[in-house]
């Protein structure tokens, strides 16, 4: 399950990675870099966003400040990038939620495996004794009766 989930977490963000490069302009000429700084400017934190958002390597809640952080800018080049950071950041968010339910449904899983493990040595205490009842019984039966003495 966490392969497919990391698959289809990887597909969203290279799906939004090409969407956002098929709605970028194409470059301007060399006299105007002053416009694009805003535009760089704007895309950094979304960038480090996405490799915070990593699933094995990244850091969620660093992906999910810089996410929060890049939706409250509100300057034009940054609003651009809103609906690619809303979507990054519900994806940040699921994520988390689904950790911290898999780390419940972990810890639940070692509690019913130690409570098992209990069950099954004081089934084993209790087989135990009750062979040892069975050999005592058995003991006793074998022994021939006591025959009163004639007198």
């Known amino acids: 399950m966490p392969?497919?989930?990391?698959?289809l977490s990887f597909a969203t963000v290279l799906m939004l990675l090409l969407a956002g490069c098929a709605s970028v302009p194409p470059?301007?000429?060399a006299d105007a870099p002053v416009?694009?700084?805003?535009?760089?400017a704007a895309e950094l934190p979304l960038?480090?966003?996405?490799?915070a958002a990593h699933p094995r390597t990244g850091n969620p809640a660093r992906a999910r400040a810089l996410l929060e952080a890049a939706l409250a800018a509100t300057d034009d080049a940054s609003r651009a990038l809103h609906p690619y950071?809303?979507?990054?950041?519900d994806?940040?968010?699921e994520r988390q939620r689904?950790?911290?339910?898999n780390l419940k449904l972990v810890q639940q899983l070692e509690r019913s495996g130690q409570q098992l493990k209990d069950s099954q040595q004081q089934a084993e205490d209790l087989q135990r004794k009750m062979?040892?009842?069975?050999?005592?019984?058995?003991?006793?039966?074998a022994r021939p009766p006591r025959r009163a003495l004639n007198r």
């Open 27 to 29: 470059p301007e000429p």
């Open 131 to 141: 062979d040892a009842l069975a050999d005592i019984e058995r003991s006793q039966s």
């Open 3 to 7: 392969v497919d989930r990391f698959r």
């Open 85 to 89: 950071a809303r979507t990054l950041l």
């Open 47 to 51: 960038q480090q966003a996405l490799l």
């Open 35 to 40: 416009a694009a700084a805003p535009q760089a």
């Open 91 to 93: 994806q940040v968010v």
């Open 98 to 101: 689904l950790d911290a339910a």
